[in-house]
């Protein structure tokens, strides 16, 4: 029912609860299921568009995204732009010397470990820590939106 509704982070919150291995066996799945095509033509255009698009005149990079697939690392390995990477619950802090690109809801790993792949916000159960209760997501997006320092 979730999924026919496109609920998918209450899917998933489900499937966590419903199978054995629950949460860790999700999250260890989710670089399998997730896993782009980099063998396609123009696999990676649209996110070297985005860093192109999100460099300020002053040379800095301004990017935050919610995505949570490796699809820009792929762009700045081959690029070699240089653009530093924040990865969710580390965030910089949002005003003028804020350079780089902020993975808002975590970047899935490399290689999967249970610890950063329980940063990944992917739940109901994940977005309420991020934005209700620990609070970090919703003071980043607050402060960006309105230009001050977060405290």
């Known amino acids: 029912m979730a999924l026919k509704g496109s609920l998918f982070d209450t899917a998933i919150g489900l499937l966590e609860n419903r199978i054995a291995g629950g949460r860790k ?7 399998t299921i997730l896993l ?7 696999a990676t255009r649209t996110h070297s568009a985005l860093l192109t698009l999100g460099k300020c005149r002053s040379g800095q990079h301004r990017i935050v995204t919610t995505n949570f697939e490796r699809l820009f690392e792929s762009v700045i390995a081959e690029q070699r732009p240089e653009v530093a990477t924040y990865n969710a619950p580390l965030l910089p802090v949002p005003k ?5 690109l902020v993975y808002l809801h975590g970047l ?7 610890e950063e792949a329980n ?3 992917l739940t109901s159960g994940d977005f309420g820590l991020a934005y209700l209760i620990e609070r970090w ?3 980043f997006v607050h ?3 309105r230009g001050v ?3």
């Open 25 to 31: 066996a999700v999250r260890r799945h989710l670089e």
């Open 143 to 145: 402060c960006l939106l």
């Open 108 to 114: 899935l790993p490399e290689k999967s470990t249970e």
């Open 149 to 151: 320092p977060a405290a």
């Open 137 to 139: 997501a919703a003071r």
């Open 96 to 100: 003028n010397r804020w350079n780089g």
């Open 36 to 42: 782009p095509d980099l063998g396609q033509a123009r």
């Open 119 to 121: 940063r990944l916000v």
